[in-house]
């Protein structure tokens, strides 16, 4: 069941169920979500993929993302991979949702109706080094030129969602 992926529609209305794999070389949408943990002084903990990853590898990316398995609430999944892959829980709540599709070089495709959400944590990650190989803080300003100046080690989605975070963040957070 974990290599299941749940397909959606464009209203996130499940379709049925797909290997992982297949579904992201089909270019399947499915339902996915993408964790942002801050601190209490707004800096944003990011995560550089592990190089082992089956796309966008050795990456830098947002606190974590992935996939809830079929019959798992979206929340529950992220609290399940948090812990998984950053060694640590904390309360979550969503932010906003969005779809997104990008093709990468090797012949996947990332389609996904992606769940953003946001929680506060003060310390820093123990990391699952098959999912996540180093982690750093960082102001979503900085982060905004950092994706402008070297965009090629950010991950696509991190560079789509980071103008709609830093925009939830400054209404919502602060």
Known sequence: MSDLVILVDEND??????????????????????IFIFNSTNQLLLQQRSTSKYHSGDLWTNTCCSHPRPDEQVVNAAHRRLKEEMGFDCELKEAFTF??????????????????????????????????????????????????KNPEIYTEWLKIISSKISKYNHEKME
């Not at 049925?16 to 992201?24: D, I, R, S, V, W």
């Not at 506060?120 to 905004?144: C, G, M, S, T």
């Open 13 to 34: 209305n499940p379709l049925g169920f797909e290997e992982k794999l297949k579904a992201h070389q089909d270019g399947k949408m499915h339902r996915a979500f993408s």
């Open 99 to 148: 779809t997104y599709k990008v093709h990468f070089e090797n012949g996947l495709i990332e389609h996904e109706y992606d769940h953003v959400l946001v929680g506060r944590y003060n310390q820093d990650p123990i990391l699952n080094l098959e999912e996540a190989q180093d982690f750093r803080w960082v102001d979503l300003k900085v982060l905004e030129n950092l994706i402008f």
